[in-house]
């Protein structure tokens, strides 16, 4: 009954071709909105049920919101121009790498030619930023390939990017300012003055980013070169023949992808994780990001976030049932059995609903408006 | 002639590596040209054999059974452990997933090596397990012609020998069986296959079960060399550059892209990698790869792919 379109009439191109066309949508995202930005903080703050300590804040909603993004990201290549990437946690390495060494000024001793180029230590805001331009600049060099090759092939030829940079974050020691254990520190992260510390600021500092960052992307696929991408995924030979360039297309689609990767990355090392090792951007990152994209549904904004939150939630419940409901199982059958549910469940919904949960959603949208009739 | 014998026994040691990543990617192509599906699982099916049979062995041994029976008994067990795993990953997953796209059929291997990893070590343990069915040490060949002679390790010889019996064995049962020419058929069509009266799900059964049992062979070699453990099942990863060199489709081509990259990365780290921090043999596969792709998108043996609209 409330979610009726009946009455809500367009009357100009504009108001038809907006990103929420129904008003009870508009509303519902309002709500979401709102909980997100003034409802959470506010219970964080004061310690509220269910925020009674900063559990919830910090091992779900902040990685839930990084790893989101990141998914946002990949499905932008995969989903919306269907160039199948197993390399998104190098992409999400070289945005966090590229922010640190820019954190913490850049130094190339170019001996031979007699000079050095030394950049000085930037802002956290621009760092991070340009991180994410410098992982836009390598998904372009890693795009390259899929000009030639696609589906499955490209895949592999992503993964010489993650086990390429896996690689030289770990060997190559300029990287982590010649730190002997190879972790590096993130810098304190100042924001034009405003230190961000608590977990409720962190959390709010990666809203505000997955927000905008969502919003463009949102944009981005509603456009010109979100049709494009479209065109390619659908045919690619077809697409070329009514006037689609491949070449721009298809390395837009990297570059826009590894960038908001780059800033998910960025943000995974500075605001999550604070100090980190290579290993926190593996190829295991790289499929959880495809599972999230795929389980919640490819070529869907939403979709990424409910698959972020679905591949992040469910091994935590798992990890933690066994002790609630005070089975006697050992910690290690409890990974074993972790695995093993986590497999089953992944392989089961792939077999119900093939598309993901978008498709769930917007089949129970349909449903949600004619009932309590079924047809 | 010193520098000359080194690098002929850098190139065979990674010849005969390479001969290893090929046993993993004979799986792999066996899946692809069948079914299409490309199969992540095929590392953890290697650990699972590899469990399987060296469990079984260890606990025959210790009940008083000769080696050479209980060898014989283990590999029937792993067999049947192997089968059975065709069987329950043809029901449950890849037939109700037949005709989705790539992408779905590739994620969800990786869901089943999620639950063959749990399984394998929830049921046969979790530790690393010395497995000695070859002999492990070395040969030194030419000495007359090398100062201190070319070391050959006798395991990679045995492991070479397995290969060549298992792609002549293959390509018998492809070429001259009844089930390996429907299997051919179900490669090329499979609708068209499903129409001319092939049973489709069995035909998939025996693909998964032969993937199985070049995973059981592996394991064998693998098992001998590293022991049986957990970062077996990264080997799938290191057979995909193998796959797409040779190409994806071309069971000599598994070889051939094994031995280009196991002899490769060897002369790459022994010769390259010392000047960049070493450790090249992480990532050498990928770029190799990455750059046939480039040249010949299909490998150097698959098939050419044609696209229509």
Known sequence: MLYREAGQFKTTYAEDMAIFPIRQDRIA???????????????????????????????ILLPFLILALAAIGTNIL?????????????????????????????????????????????????????????????????????????????????????????????????????????????????????????????YLLCLLFVTVLAVLAKNLVRGNLGRQWMAIRDMDIAAELIGIRPLYAKLTAFAVSSFIIGVAGALWGFVYLGSWEPLAFSIERSLDLLFMVIIGGLGSIMGSF??????????????????????????????????IIFGSLICYLLIKEPHGFARLISIGKEKLRLWPFPY | MIAFGQFLEVLIGGLMSGVLYSLVALGFVLIFKASGVFNYAQGAMVLLAGLALVRALDLLVANGFPLWVAVVLAIGFAAVIMAATAWLI????????????????????????????????????????????????????????????????KLDVWG?????????????????????????????????????????????????????????????????????????????????????????????????????????????????????????????????????LLVRPQGLFGERIIERI
């Open chain 1, 29 to 59: 995202l309002a709500i979401l909105v709102g909980i997100a930005f003034i409802g959470v903080p506010l219970l964080a703050t004061f310690h509220v049920w269910p925020f009674g300590s900063d559990y919830l804040l910090w091992a």
């Open chain 1, 78 to 202: 995969v989903g919306y121009c269907g160039q199948i990437s197993l390399g998104s946690g190098a992409f999400m390495a070289i945005g966090a790498y590229s922010a640190y060494k820019l954190a913490t000024g850049v130094h190339i001793p170019l001996a031979s030619l007699g000079f050095a180029i030394a950049i000085p230590p930037l802002p956290v805001l621009a760092s991070i930023l340009l991180g994410g331009l410098m992982s836009a600049g390598v998904g372009i060099l890693f795009g390259i390939p899929s000009l030639r090759i696609k589906g499955l092939y490209l895949a592999v030829a992503t993964l010489a990017a993650q086990f390429f940079f896996d690689w030289a974050f770990l060997r190559l020691p300029w990287f982590t300012n010649y730190a002997p254990s190879g972790s590096v520190n993130a810098p304190e992260l100042d924001f034009f003055g405003v230190v961000v510390r608590t977990p409720v600021e962190r």
């Open chain 1, 306 to 339: 409910i698959g972020a939150a679905f591949i992040l939630i469910v091994p935590i419940l798992l990890n933690v049932l066994p002790t609630e409901l005070g089975l006697p199982l050992s910690t290690q059958t409890i990974t074993h059995l972790q695995f």
């Open chain 2, 90 to 153: 043809e029901r449950f997953v890849i037939g109700p997933l037949v005709n989705q796209d790539a992408l779905t059929l590739f994620m969800s291997t990786i869901g089943v090596t999620f639950v063959i990893e749990g399984v394998a070590e929830m049921i046969f343990g979790s530790d690393v397990y010395p497995l000695r069915l070859f002999p492990t040490d070395a040969w030194f060949l030419f000495e007359g012609l090398f100062p201190g002679g070319i070391l050959v390790n």
């Open chain 2, 160 to 292: 070479a020998l397995i290969a060549g019996i298992l792609v002549g064995g293959l390509a018998i049962f492809f070429q001259r069986t009844k089930t390996g020419r429907a299997l051919r058929a179900v490669a090329d069509d499979h609708l068209a296959a499903h129409s001319v009266g092939i049973p489709i799900s069995w035909i998939w059964f025996v693909v998964w079960l032969v993937a199985g049992l070049v995973a059981l062979v592996a394991a064998t070699v693998w098992g001998t060399k590293l022991g049986v453990q957990f970062s077996i099942t990264f080997l799938a990863l290191k057979a995909l550059p193998v796959l797409i060199i040779g190409g994806l489709t071309s069971i000599p081509g598994a070889i051939v892209g094994g031995l280009i990259v196991g002899a490769g990365e060897k002369i790459a780290e022994v010769y390259l990698g010392p000047s960049i921090g070493g450790g090249i043999e992480y990532w050498f596969a990928y770029v190799l790869a990455l750059a046939v």
